[in-house]
């Protein structure tokens, strides 16, 4: 039986499962019969191959079966219900007078306890090996999380406390382009933390649920956009778990996608949609899709912005940071920007 097998049959311990439902010596007793109950189909399955061989041989890894996932007091019962019923109901009946004076049946009785004893011993001190194991691992587990639990406590704390000083500098400049750039700067602070506050939620491990991540961004984005009424954002993506820091790149690149939308695709108009999607390609990997259906893009050569093109540059930044490729097509009907990114 490999390691793996006996460890997990050693953390079972049924007695302790089962109670105060079921009394320890109840299941204890349970396990015991249906071990015994087990070699006696095992031993017939035997016999019918190879005729009277091996009698006793069956009792010792029932006993061992019942110690690892009762305790060695189901261990004991095994053995003693097992080899009384073998040696009166199969031994003797079977043996040869020329057996029993080569053999005395005391000895053979004695020799088979002793050794169902020591694998009665070996399998209990297993069973405990493996549940102080089991404990010390629940231990650091619980360290572990109460760890994460602080340091995501601090993390967003800190976070705030950046996004608070970013709000004050906003209230005191007032308008214009530098008012701007620390809200574009506050709703950037705000994707990074979302991702972190995803990470330690729910993750596994290192990896963030990508749709409750978009789903949550979406709803803050527009929130922070004033998206009422006439323009609407809207959010359709498959569950999927991606790296923090894929995660991270991701959603600060759906920031600016949407902010760029709703700053500059229904201009001259009060109605609107903003349509964000993550979906699996067939041919594998994922495409993140932001579409709108607002004025489109100026032809020709692009102006250049207020903030330098700070925006765009940091979509190419981070689209390269998770090998996605990217992709605009725009006209009369609105602006469709896709990524392409490799599992």
């Not at 004893?117 to 069973?127: G, H, M, N, S, V």
């Not at 602070?189 to 749709?211: F, T």
């Not at 695709?265 to 109605?271: K, Q, T």
Request: with cysteine; glycine share 8%; hydrophobic share 50%.
């Amino acid at each position: 039986m490999p390691n793996s097998a006996m460890a997990r049959l050693g953390e079972l311990d049924l007695p302790d499962r089962l109670a105060p439902t079921v009394p320890r010596w109840a299941t204890q007793l349970g396990v015991a019969l249906l071990c015994a109950a087990g070699i006696e189909i095992c031993r017939a399955v035997v016999n019918a191959i190879a005729p009277g061989s091996a009698v006793f041989a069956l009792v010792f890894p029932a006993v061992m079966l019942a110690t690892l996932i009762a305790r060695w007091q189901s261990g004991t019962m095994t053995a003693a219900i097992s080899i009384v019923y073998t040696f009166f109901v199969v031994y003797l009946p079977t043996a040869g007078a020329a057996t029993r004076t080569v053999v005395n049946p005391r000895f053979a009785v004695f020799a088979i306890a002793v050794a169902a004893l020591l694998t009665i011993i070996l399998a209990e001190t297993f069973r405990r090996a493996v549940h102080r194991a089991t404990a010390e691992r629940d231990r650091q587990i619980a360290d572990r999380d109460l760890m994460l639990s602080e340091f995501e406590h601090r993390v967003k704390n800190n976070f705030a406390i950046v996004a608070g000083m970013l709000d004050i500098q906003r209230r005191r400049v007032g308008e214009g382009a530098a008012a701007d750039a620390l809200s574009a700067a506050m709703m950037r602070v705000d994707s990074i933390a979302r991702a972190h506050r995803h990470l330690y939620r729910g993750a596994q491990g290192g990896e963030v649920n990508v749709k409750d991540y978009l789903d949550d961004l979406c709803a803050t984005l527009s929130d922070a956009l004033l998206l009422r009424g006439g323009v609407t954002l809207a959010c359709d993506a498959d569950p999927a778990l991606i790296e923090r820091d894929h995660a991270v790149s991701i959603g600060l690149i759906l920031n600016e996608l949407v902010t760029n939308a709703a700053k500059h695709a229904f201009g001259g108009r009060e109605s609107g949609s903003i349509a964000v999607s993550w979906k699996r390609r067939a041919e594998g990997g994922w495409r993140l899709t932001v579409a709108d259906d607002g004025v489109g893009m100026p032809p020709g050569p692009k102006t250049a912005r207020r903030d330098g093109g700070l925006g765009q540059r940091l979509i190419e930044a981070f689209a390269h940071q998770v090998g996605g490729t990217l992709t605009t097509a725009s006209d009369e009907q609105g602006t469709r920007v896709t990524m392409d990114v490799p599992d």
